[in-house]
């Protein structure tokens, strides 16, 4: 069959098929709502034109009977419909723990991907088919959107903030990848390619990247060189907590309440270390903003996110 024929894009996934199905139920039933309406109508100006000799005797005023049936059977078509596609949603927002995390840049024109072995690439994307993936995004400076129409997904990326999406590509292939949010003149043209690879053809892909620095080696190095280490590190005299496996744990702060250490955490834990303080600890940690790029900030929060087997606690600090 010719694809320019057909109404929908390509679906890559199995969220695009159920994405599809739901449209496609919406849009038959508004089309056959649509119909029986117009039919009706038409029927009852034939029927009931001026000088037309139909009876207009006996009009019901009031038919409580048929007024609280079609009123409840509309309702529970649209309970019915307001159930399936929150599943469907929550479906696609949920995150799965061994989901590969892949971070994405974008700026005035063009998108930034960086894969956590190291390997970075520009207005394309590779992913492994079959796995679930989640990009961790954020904008250097005005408001982009990340669109994806063959997973039939599309999330806002913020400057100053992790916006995620969530997603498992099933149908290798390349497919378009677009900005859906108007960010200036070049707008139109902040497009690339989404690249759904077989797992192992991934794998060796990724791997081409060996001579690259891998993303968790390059934060450990921005950890030693911006002193963060002569705080934290285990050697250190300032009291500061140790940052090794504080990813995904509940922190007590100051103020008494109680956070998870995101990813955003993690940001806002080094650019406005003031915001949040953790109980327990003065707030000596200074600020960070300005002196890192979004890039090194990708790399610390992935280097934080899994320090790994070779901890920041070399003494060579005083
Ligand atoms: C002058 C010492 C000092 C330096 C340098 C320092 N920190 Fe901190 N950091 C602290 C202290 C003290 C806290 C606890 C108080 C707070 O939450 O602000 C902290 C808190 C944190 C937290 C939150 C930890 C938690 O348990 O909630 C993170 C993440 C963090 N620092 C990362 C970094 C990174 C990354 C760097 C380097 C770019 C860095 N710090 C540099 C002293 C420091
Ligand atoms: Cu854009």
């Known amino acids: 069959m010719n694809d320019s024929l057909s109404i929908l894009s390509p679906a890559a996934s199995a969220f695009a098929h ?27 100006c034939i029927k009931y034109r001026a000088g037309s000799r139909a009876s207009r005797a006996g009009v019901p005023l009031d038919a409580p009977r048929l007024e609280w049936t079609w009123t409840i059977a509309i309702l529970l078509a649209f309970l019915a419909l307001f159930a399936w596609s929150a599943h469907d949603y929550s479906g696609m927002t949920k995150a799965s723990a061994d989901a590969e995390p892949i971070y994405v840049v974008a700026r005035q024109w063009v998108w930034t991907v960086q894969h956590a072995g190291g390997r970075r690439e520009i207005d394309e994307l590779h992913v492994p088919a079959g796995r679930p993936v989640r990009l961790l995004m954020t904008s250097q400076d005005a408001v982009h959107s990340l669109y994806l129409p063959a997973l039939r997904v599309k999330q806002d990326v913020l400057p100053g903030r992790y916006t995620t999406l969530n997603f498992r590509a099933d149908v290798p292939g390349r497919y378009p990848l677009l900005c859906a949010e108007y960010c200036g003149t070049e707008h ?3 497009a690339g390619g989404l690249i759904v690879m077989p797992p192992e053809d991934y794998a060796r892909w990724q791997a081409g990247a060996a001579i690259e620095d891998g993303l968790r080696r390059q934060g450990l190095a921005l950890f030693r060189e911006h002193g963060c280490v002569g705080c934290h590190g285990r ?8 940052l090794d496996g504080l990813f995904g744990r509940r922190v007590a702060l100051q103020d008494g309440s109680a956070v998870v250490a995101d990813e955003n955490y993690l940001r806002d834990s080094i650019l406005v270390p003031a915001k949040q303080v953790a109980a327990g600890y003065a707030p000596v940690m200074p600020s960070y903003a300005g002196q890192l790029s979004e890039q090194e900030l990708t790399a610390l929060a992935e280097y934080l996110r899994n320090p790994g087997a070779t901890p920041p606690s070399e003494s060579q600090h005083p």
Do not use: K, Y
């Open 235 to 242: 050697g250190s005299t300032v009291r500061a907590p140790s």
């Open 18 to 44: 159920r994405t599809d199905t739901l449209f496609l139920t919406l849009a038959g039933l508004a089309l056959f709502i649509l119909l029986v309406l117009a039919a009706t109508a038409v029927f009852f």
């Open 188 to 190: 139109a043209s902040m």
